[in-house]
């Protein structure tokens, strides 16, 4: 079980406050946008802070201790990360990466020479969808009514094509719908595809297996970023297989890259530094591994059955709301701790507005990179006119929702006053004026100090 009181004290974030409108007490902060970005907890923060304090050197080649120290503690990351997905490094390679959308966009490129075309799900982030379509042909296959993966779509599609890569999310950061990547997995194996999962969403929050290379349901590629698994930003990671990483030209080549050059030759290395070229974040490599280390022991089994208890009681409570569309159908143990939705026709942007401005809650709104997945579940059949109307220099709100996400400190408490807030704009009841330019909160006037 999750040490909820011991999770939360690691988190400095959860003792936040901010002057809310209408009250004079600084409100706790209530953070419910770890689908964006999650805070690095003590631990994490404790390990980058001392890197960079007494040991902060470039890596490889240096003979004096502190690249030495460096070196070693920067080479363990590759081992952290491939025992967290539970992956053998025999056939496979870690290549760090900055964020999620740059190991995407290193998969396309690594098989934009291969024959045949990329399937990419119609519920992708626009980072699993236009890395795709940039290098090369690809075909979308759909989703069903509920917001669930269109499995008979995604087959037929297979059997009807050439197909190199199936890229498809392992949670989406929408409904937080999380796919059978073994069962897709082996379904693109039998077609003599590969598959590329998106772990943005899942790493911090599902165990992930990649499993044996020679096992049908083996994930070929995998992404995922350190900031949504409680470490800083720019740090991330691409697992693959050698027989590609080593086979294709360096994602960016340059220093680090090479074994050696001549004035008109060289030799590239094999991954990972293939695909590193230039300096790593060697720190937020460091400070990855030590999250991934945090969550080990915290117990992904024991923060996935605390999620899915914090999601069962939000999704439970939020039925309390007048009017409240939430976008999909997926029960509880078949999504993250993601929750989107509107409330009646009132404005995303201003229910996510009200909910900062008079309760300190964060939560984020708009169509989340997720733009034809919304426009799905929105049941809006006027993307070609946006695109139109957009071009033509026009300026307006293109719809979406909002969405809260959970993470490893959120309790029910936090929920119960969500839906006290929630219940309170249903009923029209905010207090603030929000019909011109805010005056009610000035980022000026913030104190961006350390408190
Ligand atoms: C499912 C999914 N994929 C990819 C990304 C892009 O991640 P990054 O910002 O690390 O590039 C996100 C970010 O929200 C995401 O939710």
């Known amino acids: 079980m999750l040490d909820l009181e011991y999770i939360r004290e690691e988190f400095p974030i959860t003792k936040k406050s901010f002057q809310v409108y209408g ?59 491939l025992k ?3 992956a053998s490094k025999d056939d496979n390679a870690i290549v760090l990466t900055a964020n999620t959308t740059s190991a995407l966009d290193m998969t396309a490129w690594l098989m934009k020479d291969y024959e045949g075309i990329t399937l990419v799900s119609l519920m992708e982030h626009h980072s699993n969808d236009l890395p795709h379509r940039h290098r090369g042909e690809i075909m979308h296959f759909g989703v069903n009514p509920d917001g669930t993966l269109d499995m008979t779509d995604l087959e037929n599609k297979l059997n009807t094509n050439k197909v190199k890569l199936v890229a498809v999310t392992g949670a989406s950061n929408v409904t937080g719908f999380i796919t059978d990547i073994h069962k897709i997995a082996a379904l693109a194996h039998k077609h003599g595809a590969r598959i590329l999962i998106d772990a943005a969403q899942l790493l911090a929050h599902k165990s992930i297996d990649v499993k044996p290379n020679d096992d049908p349901e083996h994930i070929d590629f995998l992404a995922a970023a350190g900031h949504k698994a409680y470490a800083p930003f720019g740090s991330a990671f691409l697992f693959g297989p050698r027989d590609v990483l080593d086979r294709v030209e360096p994602y960016v080549p340059g220093g680090g890259t090479v074994l050696f050059v001549s004035e008109n030759d060289y030799i590239y290395a094999n991954s990972p530094d293939r695909h590193q070229g230039g300096t790593p974040n060697i720190a937020g490599a460091i400070a990855l591994a030590e999250s991934l280390n945090f969550l080990s022991k915290a117990g992904m089994e024991n923060i996935r059955r605390h999620e899915i208890e914090l999601t069962e009681y939000a999704l439970a409570r939020l039925k309390e709301i007048p009017d409240i569309n939430i976008l999909g159908n997926i029960p509880a143990d078949k999504r993250l701790a993601v929750i989107t939705f509107n409330i009646g026709d009132i404005n995303n942007g201003l229910v996510a507005d009200i909910l900062n401005h008079e309760a300190a809650i964060a939560t984020r709104n708009g169509r989340f990179c997720a ?4 426009s799905f579940l929105l049941g809006r059949n006027d993307a070609a006119e946006i695109i139109q109307r957009i071009r033509a220099g026009e300026k307006f709100d293109i719809g979406g929702a909002v969405r809260i996400s959970f993470g490893i400190f959120n309790n029910e408490k936090e929920v119960d006053y969500v839906i006290d807030n929630l219940k309170m704009i249903a009923g029209r009841n905010w207090k603030a004026n929000y019909d011109d330019t805010p005056e009610y909160f000035d980022c000026k006037g913030v104190q961006l100090s350390a408190s």
């Open 23 to 81: 009250s004079t007490e600084p409100r706790n902060l209530i953070y419910l946008d770890h689908g964006a970005s999650t805070h690095p907890c003590n631990t994490v923060l404790n390990k980058y802070i001392d890197f960079i304090k007494n040991y902060y050197s470039n890596v490889h080649r240096g003979k004096h201790y502190l690249s030495m120290i460096s070196t070693e503690l920067f080479d363990r990351v590759y081992e952290t990360i």
């Open 84 to 86: 967290f997905i539970n």
């Open 371 to 374: 733009h034809p997945y919304l």
